[in-house]
Each structure stands twice: as C-alpha cells, then as structure tokens.
C-alpha cells in the first residue's frame, strides 16, 4: 500500500484542477452507460420473442414485456441524468464544504449527545455522514417513488402503499446508520491514531461490516420489513425436508414470507451459518409455482450453498474494497485535492474519502463487470448441479415462469447483461440446461392478472 501511495504522490499537484476530472469522469461515465443502456433500449422494439422462446409465452405477454422494459429504461436514463445533474452541481458549487460547515454549526448545538471520546473531527464527521445520507435518500425519493407508483404499479407488481413506501425508507435509513456510524467513528480514530496504516484496519473493519450484516440480515433486519412464518405441513414441506435431507443440508427451518405484500416478483434461497441453514420461500413462489418446479429451484440454491457460493462472492467484493482502500491510501494526504474543492486549512478523513470516491466510483464500471463476471458463473454451476440430479428441464420450466411472471426482458445485448445482470439471461441459461421446449404455450395472461 505504500509504495502505492508513493507512486501516486505526483497527483499533489495545484496545478492540477481536480473539480474538472471529477466533473470529466462524472460525464464520463453516463456516456458509457447511456451508450449500454441504449444498445439494450432498442431490443426493446424488437417485434418477435426469440427462437427459442417459441411457443413458450404468448405475443400478448411478450409485447407487455416490452412496454415493461421500455418504461423502466426511461426511468433509469431519467434518473441517470438527474443523478449527474446533482453531481455536476455539488462539484461546482462546493456543496460538500457548505454541509461540512453546516455539520459544524449542528454540532455546536448538540455536542452532548456525543461521548468524549469521539468530539471535535470525529463528532463533526458523523454529522456530516447523516447529512450527506439524509439529502441522498431525499434526492432520490422521487424517481424510487415514480418506479413504484407508476411503472411497477401500472404492471401490476407494485403491492405497496405509499405509508408502507415512506416507513421502508425511513426504517432503511435508521438501520443503515445505526449500523455504519459507530464503525466509522471507529475507522476515522484509528487514522487519527496511526495514520495511514490504519487503511489496513479499514479493510478489516470493511469486512467485518459486511459478515455483520450477512448475519444480522436475516434474524433482525428482515423481520422489520417483512413477516416469516414456518411452511404449513403438506406435500410442499415434505418435498423439501426430503430435498434436504438428500443434499444434507443441515436443514433448521423452512420459512414462508410475505414478499406479496410489497412486490409480485418471486424467489427462494437458503440463508444462514454453515451448520444451520433455513430455507425461506417468496409466498408468490408457492402460490404460482408447482412442487416440482420449487424443489428444482432449490436443488439450484442448495447447488449455491454447496459450493459455498456466498463466501466466493464475500471474497470477490473483499478483493475490490481491498483495490478502492489502497487506493484511498494514495489519495488521502493530497492537499491539492482538498483545496480544489474549499477544504484549504483543513482535512478532514471523511472529506478525502468522499472526495476520492468522487473519482474512483465513476471508474467503478470496471469492477461492476468484474463482480458480475463472477456472479453469473456461479448461477451457471448452480443450474449445472440442479440438472446433474435431472432438474434440467422442470428448472427450465420455473425459470421460464418467473421470467414471464416477472416480464424479464427476453432480448438482451451482451455488453448490457455482462454491465447489469448478476445472472446470465434466461435464453443463456435454457441453453446450458439443454433445455428443449415442448412448444406449449403457457396460461400466464391469467397468472399475471392476479391483482
Ligand atoms: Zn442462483
């Protein structure tokens, strides 16, 4: 990590205007991905479902698909461009020293609210955390609300109320903070202490945040949102304690949750430590699909939990927080930085972050490739071991559903499904299944109008 910030201290120059790389990257990367998003927007006015897809969903569904994808397209390119809007304006106003001095100013008044040990930079950082989150997930209300409210809503997958929407947000909020604010006192102390060398605690803070959630996600942060009852006894219960029991999988529970209530796309996973593991059903699931077609699924999840796939994707996400703190380490004593963006006389840890981020997020494409590249290689060996216990075909069958349940997008251009998709596309994966149709078309016009 030295050596890094070494070769890098050339970037500790005035001379340098920082405000225009930033602002340069920014457009930088919409161009790249309103160029993805456009080569994927005009599959979208393809007339036909793709050959081998014939016979599986009716024209009706496929041109609902289209208009489907087509809204959440302009969505994305509506919000994309007020996204760099926003930046373009916080670069050049400095918006990021008027919330740090209005951090300030906050503190002055609250002071006792924080413990000794952590006044002065720290306190005034952790305000300034909460101010940055406060107006992001307001900036962002809008377009999440439209998604909701109007495109997913007039499609039928929307099953929220707007009170239900407004406490989801306020309750994401909380839990977030709660969760990230003490280990970033804790980070910011450790710089404070040992200087650079604390980058290395960073990770390891980092990771410890994430095995964090990965446990507490599913006993304490879920049951906020969503209710988990125990699957009723019937076929479906033992067909899945039989599934198990099969693939020893150290079966603790299998759980029903009520995921209609906020949305009608489907799903089903394992979650839990090695040594206890719960299954957990979208109701949606249960309701649209048959036995056969849940145990195939699972037989996919359980090909996940077998190979671990959990811990590869902690590894691969470790592997990039480890690339973005060395980094870091490279760019958080550059004076020059700070002063392009108002911070002349002071320095703060989190405003460097922030202001490093600015720049490295806008090259983080690279790593979204990376990061997906490994994902859908995953998801084509759990698929592999579902069909290597003769799932192939029922599997294929589910997907096919879910797909059209969900109105997937059934074109897809490969530069568009290696940038967004954490799986390959359904076709790509019909193939690998060896999947061959039986040409029957399917009732979904009924399944899909269940509002
Ligand atoms: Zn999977």
């Known amino acids: 990590m030295i050596s890094l910030a070494d070769s890098f201290a050339f970037l500790d120059n005035p001379s340098i205007n920082w405000k225009y790389v930033t602002a340069s990257l920014a457009v930088g990367k919409y161009l790249f991905e309103s160029y993805v998003e456009y080569r994927q927007y005009k599959l979208y006015k393809k007339p036909f479902p793709p050959p081998s897809l014939k016979g599986k969903l009716t024209q009706e569904t496929f041109d609902k698909s289209q208009a489907y994808s087509t809204a959440k397209s302009q969505l994305s390119f509506a919000s994309r461009t007020l996204q760099l809007l926003q930046s373009l304006a916080y670069i050049k106003y400095d918006f990021l020293s008027v919330i740090w001095n209005q951090s300030g100013a906050i503190l002055a008044k609250t002071t006792f609210l924080f413990p000794g040990f952590i006044r002065g930079v720290i306190s005034q950082s952790i305000v300034f955390f909460a ?150 059903l979208y109701d949606n699931l249960i309701e649209t699909s048959t036995i056969d077609e849940i145990v195939a699924i699972l037989t996919h999840e359980i090909g996940h939990w077998k190979s671990n796939d959990t811990l590869k994707l902690l590894a691969a996400s470790e592997a990039t927080l480890f690339i973005m703190f060395s980094f870091f380490s490279a760019f958080i004593y550059n004076k020059s930085l700070y002063s392009s963006f108002g911070f002349n006389r002071e320095h703060p840890t989190i405003i460097g972050f922030f202001l490093f981020y600015g720049i490295y997020g806008e090259l983080q494409p690279v790593i979204t490739f990376f990061i997906h590249s490994v994902a859908q290689n995953i998801e084509y060996r759990a698929d592999y071991y579902a069909k290597s216990y003769g799932y192939g075909q029922v599997l294929g069958e589910a997907l096919i559903k879910l797909e059209i349940q969900s109105l997937t997008a059934f074109h897809n251009d490969w530069l568009y499904s290696a940038y967004r998709h954490s799986h390959p596309t359904l076709v790509q994966r019909l193939a690998s299944l060896d999947y061959v149709s039986d040409h029957k078309v399917p009732t979904d016009s009924k399944e899909i109008k269940k509002d």
């Open 131 to 280: 101010a940055t989150q406060i107006i992001s997930t307001v900036l962002s209300a809008p377009s999440s609300y439209y998604e909701n409210f109007a495109v997913e809503d007039k499609y039928g997958f929307n099953k929220m109320s707007v009170a239900t929407w407004i406490s989801d947000i306020l309750k994401e909020f909380t839990i977030s903070f709660l969760l990230q604010a003490p280990f970033l006192a804790l980070f910011l102390k450790l710089i404070d202490y040992y200087g650079d060398a604390s980058l290395a605690c960073g990770m390891i803070l980092a990771t410890f945040l994430q095995c964090l959630n990965l446990t507490l996600l599913p006993s304490v942060i879920l049951p906020w949102f969503y209710t988990f009852t125990p699957l009723k006894d019937g076929k479906l219960k033992e067909a899945v304690e039989t599934l198990a029991k099969k693939h020893k999988v150290p079966l603790e529970e299998i759980f029903v949750v009520d995921t209609s209530s906020r949305t009608a796309h489907s799903n089903a996973y394992l979650i839990g430590l090695p040594w206890s593991q719960k299954i957990v």
